[in-house]
C-alpha cells in the first residue's frame, strides 16, 4: 500500500513539473472580457477614410511612417458611418517565436464579432480569420455547417481560443446550446487549415 501510495506522489509530482512549460508554450487569444487597445507598446494607430470605406491603420512606433497592417471598421451608408463598437489589438506577444511581436486583434457590436490574427512573416503580416478557421473545422469533424461564432449572443460561443507554440495547434473550445443538451466541442486546428482574413477585412494592409 505505502509503495502504491508513493508512486502516485511521484506521478503527481511529475505532472505539476511538466505544467509550467506547457503553461508557457501557450497563448490566451481571446480574452473573456474583451478590451481592445488602440495603441499597444509596438504599435500605434489611426483611422483613415478610403472611399466608403474607414479603417483601422497600425505603425510601428519604431517606425511612425511604416504600416503594420489595418482592418476595415466600418463604412459610410448612403452618408452615414456604420462601424464597430469596439475594435482594437486584445494579445501582443512573439507567438511565433520569430522575433517581431504577433498580434491579435478584436472587433465587433451588439451584433457581430470578428477575431483576427496578425502572424508576422519576411517582414509582413499574415491574417488568420479566427472564427472562420473554426467554422471550418467543424465542418470537417461533423460533415455540416458549424454555427456562427461571430454571432454575439448566439446559441453557440467561442469560450476559450488558446494557441500551443509547443504543439503547433491553434486549440478552440465552443460551448454549443443548439441542441437540447448543451455540449463543449474543443477544436484543434493545424496552421495548414488556417483560414486567410478576406480582402473586405484588411483592405489594403500589407
Keep these: 500500500m505505502l ?3 508513493l508512486r502516485t506522489a511521484l506521478l503527481l ?14 497563448v490566451k487569444l481571446y480574452p473573456a472580457n474583451p478590451k481592445p487597445l488602440k495603441a499597444t507598446a509596438h504599435l500605434t494607430s489611426k483611422e483613415q477614410r478610403v472611399g466608403k470605406w474607414v479603417y483601422q491603420v497600425f505603425y510601428f512606433r519604431n517606425a511612425p511612417q511604416q504600416e503594420a497592417f489595418r482592418v476595415e471598421i466600418g463604412s459610410y451608408e448612403k452618408g452615414q458611418l456604420v462601424k464597430d463598437w469596439s475594435y482594437g489589438i486584445v494579445a501582443e506577444k512573439d507567438m511565433t517565436s520569430d522575433g517581431p511581436p504577433d498580434y491579435v486583434w478584436y472587433g465587433g457590436d ?3 464579432q470578428r477575431l483576427l ?10 491574417c488568420t480569420d479566427v472564427f472562420k478557421t473554426a467554422a471550418t473545422a467543424w465542418k470537417k469533424r461533423f460533415g455540416r455547417a458549424a454555427p456562427d461564432l461571430g454571432d454575439v449572443g448566439g446559441e453557440a460561443q467561442a469560450m476559450l481560443v488558446t494557441w500551443d507554440a509547443a ?6 473550445t465552443v460551448e454549443d446550446s443548439r441542441q437540447a443538451k448543451v455540449r463543449s466541442v474543443r477544436l484543434r486546428i493545424a496552421p495548414g487549415e488556417f483560414t486567410e482574413c478576406q480582402q473586405t477585412d484588411i483592405g489594403l494592409g500589407h
Excluded at 13 to 26: D, G, K
Excluded at 117 to 123: A, I, K, L, V, Y
Design 110 to 112: 451588439d451584433t457581430g
Design 13 to 26: 509530482l511529475s505532472i505539476s513539473a511538466l505544467c509550467p512549460a506547457q503553461t508557457a508554450n501557450t
Design 3 to 5: 509503495c502504491v501510495l
Design 117 to 126: 490574427w496578425f502572424r508576422s512573416r519576411e517582414n509582413r503580416y499574415d
Design 167 to 172: 504543439a503547433q495547434f491553434l486549440n478552440i
